[in-house]
């Protein structure tokens, strides 16, 4: 007994120093590819930080926003076409391979961040008038975005919105007209096309909000938010109707909080929710990325440890630190990466978790 004892002791210390010696900056990458960061600059020269994260880290993308909120008279980075395209530029050849993901949010209406004052066109409609306009033109508005999106370098845009306009008192999606209605079958059409629209010019998309966020009063970028008592299992019909149509790049999850899915943790958070409803019972086999994990619906109730351990469990592959939404609390990647790997170290995270989670992302960027 005591033999096979010392057998299993010696079996795991060999596992464990082999994996943090010899490939310990194979692991760095591999946990650093499970990031999309957001960053100050609106260049990306060899020697800023940003680059040096993306060489040293294998980060797999990046967020740009226009809107700077540590100096609103300068932008965060996107100034004007040329720039953004000069960028996106200098942050692919910051990456091993010419794929890292740039992303932004450009679904039309009050979200887009490719404006007009920057010198694009900033006039994409929102969803909820897309029914009223001829499907012909439809097609060649949202072809106008991804031929946009591709002009400047943008290879991911985190849309389109398929939440159901199911709550007049929901002002994040209801309230600024960012779903295509409140009939899932409508709102697949519509997405569709954008998302083919997308696709024809080179752009990746990303469903959202996984598991329904239509439903909601209150805005998880400021506070906790449960849908349980509003909520409809006829939100995730988008999802099942496109999963069937294979048109689905990736899912961004909520951080809701569901109790008919989950009574202890939100959406983001929840391994019955992304391993569970979403995988396991709908069959998405793809990338799923979480919404911000700075938002206040789950920063203001977890630590930064927390928050990374039970994302990455919870079966999400990309993990979202966007560094928009409070200056006092912009996270590095260094500490992002440190934190993931002292979690290995102490078992809560599994090295096949991150190989599994790798493996979803490859395949993600071998569509670019």
């Known amino acids: 007994m005591s033999r096979l004892l010392l057998l299993g002791t010696f079996t795991i210390l060999f596992f464990t120093s082999s994996l943090f010696s010899s490939s310990s900056s194979s692991l760095e990458q591999k946990i650093g590819n499970m990031f999309m960061v957001g960053f100050y600059g609106t260049t990306a020269k060899p020697q800023s930080q940003i680059c040096k994260d993306i060489k040293k880290y294998n980060i797999s993308g990046v967020i740009l926003f226009d809107f700077n909120p540590v100096n609103r008279k300068k932008a965060k980075n996107i100034a004007n076409k040329k720039q953004l395209a000069q960028l996106s530029k200098e942050l692919q050849a910051c990456s091993n391979n010419g794929k890292l993901l740039i992303a932004v949010d450009q679904e039309g209406g009050r979200v887009q961040r490719l404006k007009s004052k920057y010198g694009f066109y900033g006039k994409f409609p929102k969803a909820s008038d897309t029914p009223?306009?001829?499907?012909?033109?439809?097609?060649?508005?949202?072809?106008?975005?991804?031929?946009?999106?591709?002009?400047?370098?943008?290879?991911?845009?985190?849309?389109?919105?398929?939440?159901?306009?199911?709550?007049?008192?929901?002002?994040?999606?209801?309230?600024?007209?960012?779903?295509?209605?409140?009939?899932?079958?409508?709102?697949?059409?519509?997405?569709?096309?954008?998302?083919?629209?997308?696709?024809?010019?080179?752009?990746?998309?990303?469903?959202?909000?996984?598991?329904?966020?239509?439903?909601?009063?209150?805005?998880?970028?400021?506070?906790?938010?449960?849908?349980?008592?509003?909520w409809k299992n006829s939100e995730l019909d988008p999802y099942r109707i496109l999963s069937k149509k294979r048109d689905i790049d990736s899912v961004m999850v909520a951080h809701v909080m569901n109790k008919n899915i989950d009574k202890n943790y939100p959406a983001t958070l929840s391994s019955k929710t992304v391993n569970g409803k979403l995988r396991k019972e709908l069959g998405f086999g793809g990338v799923v990325i979480t919404d911000d994990l700075q938002m206040?619906?789950?920063?203001?109730?977890?630590?930064?440890k927390q928050r990374i351990k039970l994302a990455v469990n919870a079966g999400n592959d990309i993990l979202l630190f966007g560094n928009q939404l409070d200056p006092k609390s912009v996270v590095s990647t260094k500490k992002l990466v440190n934190i993931m790997i002292s979690l290995v170290k102490s078992g809560d995270i599994k090295i096949?978790?991150?190989?599994?989670?790798?493996?979803?992302?490859?395949?993600?960027k071998g569509k670019l």
């Open 132 to 230: 009223k306009i001829p499907q012909k033109k439809l097609e060649k508005i949202y072809n106008q975005m991804g031929a946009e999106l591709q002009s400047v370098g943008i290879n991911y845009n985190l849309a389109p919105v398929v939440d159901l306009a199911i709550n007049k008192k929901n002002h994040v999606i209801y309230g600024l007209g960012r779903s295509y209605g409140s009939n899932p079958k409508g709102v697949a059409h519509y997405s569709t096309i954008f998302i083919k629209s997308m696709h024809r010019n080179g752009i990746l998309t990303s469903l959202k909000h996984f598991p329904g966020h239509g439903s909601s009063t209150g805005d998880t970028h400021k506070g906790f938010v449960d849908v349980t008592n509003q």
């Open 296 to 304: 206040g619906a789950i920063s203001q109730r977890y630590t930064l």
């Open 352 to 364: 096949e978790t991150i190989k599994k989670a790798n493996t979803r992302i490859k395949s993600l």
